[in-house]
């Protein structure tokens, strides 16, 4: 009798849970262990549509909404990891961009292949390693007209990069794109993805896998036709004056979309809100704080649109087309949104061209320029329409 009194109040429990949340669960495939720990993710859900509501409401428009990470812990979502010495010092060069800036309205590199994949860094906080290696790629593919187009490896970056020194890094437990670069100079180079591919676990923390020492020496050596293409990095250079300190709140905007006219650019911000977005353009407002200390993520910036109604900018996130907007993300560009020009970098690439070959790239980039921009405006058009 006790049993049975038992199961009718588990059921009754079961049946207070409303429809929405019955239809979350079913949509995102939602189980678990206890009946417990349904109601604690149950909490939290309810904790994640107050806070939806709140940023929504700040944004002017609804950008944000509930998805897969809704029921999560924050230790339980997407992993982030710029970790930058507070007494760092900027020293790579700031190229000033501005003195060829063409004035486009509207320019999206991706239309003209200029960029690869979205990846995928899982549950590592290696973000500087993934940004710094994706616009190592899109450095490659521009300085080379497409002819060297294939994906690098995050891995290594992640792995090998030593964890002490002015650059050091932790690999999945943070670093900072600066210190990637710093220890692709002094590599052999920067294997592929097929060969050093990305090892850590997509689904839960890991022990940031060991330098493969053997494969890395071997990138130039006398295997190299069998590991495949590889990338070198001569040095880095800044989109903007840098920003390490204070609220950033008067970063040089003009300056980073004249950089985006010329090439994708690695930069970091504050993501503290973008597990919850959906999509739409996320507002400064909305974001947060564009401080230098309130930074936690590195990502890629790979356009931007002049003319819409909200004006954006295009970055690309590493945490699988599964989120946002296929990957990516939009950002108010009349503001320093989320801090994207507090720390935004360009490296730069050791390619071994003949002076024929160097001006036929130099030709095809300009090709993919129009193609970037004209494919860009016309689908702002239609958007606009």
Known sequence: MRNCVFLLLACSVAADYPEEWKAFKAKHKKHYASDSEEKERFQIYLASKERVAKLNKLNGEPVFGINWMSDRHESEKHSKGLKKPKDFVPTAPVRDFKKTMRGASAIDWRYAKAVTPVKNQGQCGCCWAFSATETIESQMILASANAYDFILSAQQICSCTPS?????????DGGFTEGAYEYVKSAVGLASGDYIPFEQSLTESSTT???PTS??????GEYQELSGDYAQVSGYSYATTPCTSGSCSDQDLTALQAALETTPVSVCVNAANWNDYTGGVLTSAACGSMAADDQDHCVQAVGFN??????YWIVRNSWATTWGEDGYIRLEMSKNTCGLADDATIPEVK?????????????KREEMYQLATRASSNQAKQVVV
């Open 209 to 211: 896998k060991s330098c």
């Open 351 to 363: 390619l071994d061209l003949s002076a024929e070959e160097a001006l036929q790239a130099a030709a």
């Open 164 to 172: 002490t020194g002015t650059y050091g890094s932790d690999g999945c």
């Open 306 to 311: 002049a003319t819409a109604s909200t004006p």
């Open 215 to 220: 494969k890395v020496e071997q990138i130039d």
